[in-house]
């Protein structure tokens, strides 16, 4: 039975291939399914070369061939009839779809590391005493003014202030650090002397800046701990090394505590002095002071005194307007505004599709524990999408600009709100429907749409599409445009009597 | 009962194969025009269903020729009466197999 030199080759590639699909098979069938196709293949082979047809086409349909064995391997190892029914009605359930958006959640929150920047806004303060800090920030549209203004007003405002114990300025931008490893964008920030000590923060290792650091120590810089980390390698040693900055060499005093976060959670390199390459003017909206308000002082007390302050500047600020709040409440907001209106869209989602259960009778015939059961689906559905879109813009769009440039930019805020809205319009109109063409009783999805009327007749007969349970539990009318003359989406419970129709048949369906 | 099962179109195409004489798989692959991985699925649900009968080739025959035993499918009972309920439906699968006019 030794075959020709010719194609022993492709016999033993076929034989191989085989040997693999039969893997599959049962092994009480195995031995027997493997001699049928090796038996086949063989005289398959055989013909072609002895018909003088064994061209490459010829091999390339044979090849096909030996790989279909998997199919019909598959089909012993696996029930087809069951195989194919779940993969028909196993994406109508409701558990498949809260499984699918739970993965996803789940994806979103590990490929973001957990949320980070929503961690944060619900962990405690980094600062000594954060009760007593408030932020005054300036906001104004493409405003800017010279960022040393900022830092010379800052300690004569505090030595006049009768509401603030302390005040230090901070201004933040974008700057370049050089390490062995190559450049990278990080945000750097200027901020006052004073600053940590306002905030009641010490450092990790080394010192952080002090009183008086403008004239001794003007070329230093403190890193934050995840730089530490990231680029130097938690080495020690960095203490009293000069790293370049912006194209400067800066000498690195301390490095910050793991928690510490102020302005943005990347802000990487801290300094006292203004950065070379950047200028000495800043957008309003990148600078602001921190205040340590006086025991007892209210917001309104000091930011009274502070806006006397700042018209007694003059021009010095510009048009730049500015807002005083609680460092707490500064560092959640945004967070809050997210939390907040996905709240409110969950709540709108909510009565929305009220409306429409209770106009269309969508739950007519159902028991309580049916209606309960539809709403639960609905709003677990809903929350999973929410959730998604909040927590996917907000860190998506971080991390989209954390790789792309190497910091977060100020308006990586305005697009993760665009991203966000979209995001949920987009999902919320999609639960909605999703809803809505589900069964009243099983929750799946309706399927075998029928288009039902005629347009032309519309004012003499009803015009719209027909979706039916799987299980024949009911029947869904869907209008084909929405008039006050025509009924909205109806939902028809079918008895019993129906069953019969609806009872999976079994086709040998190949 | 089993024989007034509905089958697919595909299934009917492959009886009438079997039918008009094209006994083994890659035979019947190559007049329906089918790939492996449908045509064996569908002789095994086939066999299964009582609808035809695999038979291993006579031992002394492969032998003789030095060659491997094929598996060789009939039409049973129940298969010509599916076939018959199947060409009412699809009254143009009789050309689509024609008889088979020598044997390999």
Redesign the interface.
């Known amino acids: 039975m030794k075959p020709p030199r010719a194609i022993r080759g492709l016999i033993w590639q076929s034989a191989l291939v085989l040997r693999a699909a039969s893997l599959l098979v049962p092994r009480a069938m195995r031995a027997e399914w493997y001699r049928e196709w090796h038996a086949e293949l063989w005289h398959r082979i055989h013909f072609l070369y002895e018909s003088n047809r064994l061209t490459p086409a010829t091999r390339m349909e044979l090849a096909r061939d030996c790989w279909g064995s998997f199919a019909d391997a598959a089909w012993l190892r696996f029930d087809r009839e069951r195989v194919l029914h779940a993969a028909r009605e196993i994406p109508r359930t409701a558990r498949f779809c809260l499984g699918s958006l739970t993965l996803v959640l789940v994806l979103v929150l590990l490929g973001s590391g957990f949320a980070p920047t929503i961690r944060r806004a619900f962990a405690s303060m980094p600062y000594s005493q954060p009760e007593r800090l408030a932020d005054l920030s300036f906001y104004g549209n493409s405003v800017y003014y010279p960022m040393d203004t900022l830092f010379n007003t800052v300690p004569v405002w505090a030595a006049k202030s009768a509401t603030t114990e302390s005040a230090a300025g901070y201004s933040w931008y974008t700057a370049r650090i050089v390490t062995t490893n190559g450049s990278r964008g990080v945000v750097a920030a200027r901020v006052s002397p004073v600053f940590f000590e306002v905030l009641g923060v010490t450092a990790a290792a080394g010192r952080v800046f002090r009183a008086g650091d403008e004239h001794e120590c003007a070329r230093c810089v403190v890193i934050s701990h995840h730089v530490w980390v990231t680029t130097f390698r938690s080495d020690p040693s960095i203490v009293g090394q000069y790293i370049s900055v912006g194209n400067k060499d800066r000498l690195v005093i301390g490095v910050l505590p793991p928690g510490f976060r102020f302005v943005s959670p990347e802000t990487a390199v801290w300094a006292v002095t203004s950065p070379e390459a950047e200028g000495l003017n800043n957008f309003a909206d990148h600078t602001g002071v921190v205040l340590r308000l006086r025991p007892g002082v209210t917001l309104v007390a000091a930011s009274r005194e502070y806006r006397n302050f700042v018209r007694a500047a003059g021009v010095a600020f510009g048009s730049a307007d500015f807002n005083i709040d609680s460092i707490s409440s500064r560092m959640r907001q945004g967070v809050h505004l997210y939390m907040l209106f996905t709240l409110v869209t969950f709540v709108g989602s909510l009565i929305m599709l009220s409306r429409h259960f209770f106009s269309a009778k969508a739950g007519t015939h159902l028991r309580a524990a049916g209606v309960m059961r539809w709403w639960a689906f609905f709003a677990v559905k809903t929350l999973l999408l929410l959730v998604t879109c909040c927590v996917g813009s907000i860190e998506g769009v971080r991390l989209f600009f954390l790789s792309a440039s190497g910091s977060v930019p100020a308006m990586a805020g305005a697009v993760s709100t665009w991203v966000f809205l979209i995001t949920t319009i987009l999902a919320l109109t999609w639960s909605l429907r999703d809803q809505r063409h589900r069964c009243r009783n099983c929750l799946c999805r309706l399927t075998h749409e029928a288009y039902v009327g005629v347009p032309g007749y519309l004012f003499l007969d009803y015009w719209g599409t027909e979706l039916v349970c799987s299980h024949g539990h009911g029947l869904l009318h869907v209008p084909q445009m929405d008039a006050c003359w025509l009924e909205e989406n109806h939902w028809t419970e079918l008895d019993s009597s129906w069953k019969p129709l609806f009872e999976s048949e079994e086709v040998n369906v190949l | 009962m089993t024989a007034a099962?509905?089958?697919?179109h595909?299934?009917a195409l492959i009886l009438q194969t079997v039918s008009s004489g094209y006994m083994?798989?890659?035979d019947i692959?190559e007049v329906t025009g089918l790939?492996?991985?449908?045509?064996?699925?569908?002789l095994?649900?086939?066999e299964q269903?009582d609808l035809i009968r695999g038979s291993w080739e006579d031992e002394k025959e492969a032998s003789s020729n030095?060659?491997?035993?094929?598996?060789y499918y009939r039409l049973r009972r129940t298969g010509k009466d599916a076939l018959g309920n199947a060409l009412k439906r699809y009254p143009l699968l009789a050309q689509l197999a024609p008889e088979r006019s020598e044997r390999?």
């Open positions: 099962r509905k089958i697919s595909t299934s083994y798989g890659f692959m790939p492996s991985g449908t045509v064996y699925p569908a095994r649900r086939l269903d030095d060659r491997p035993r094929r598996r390999r």
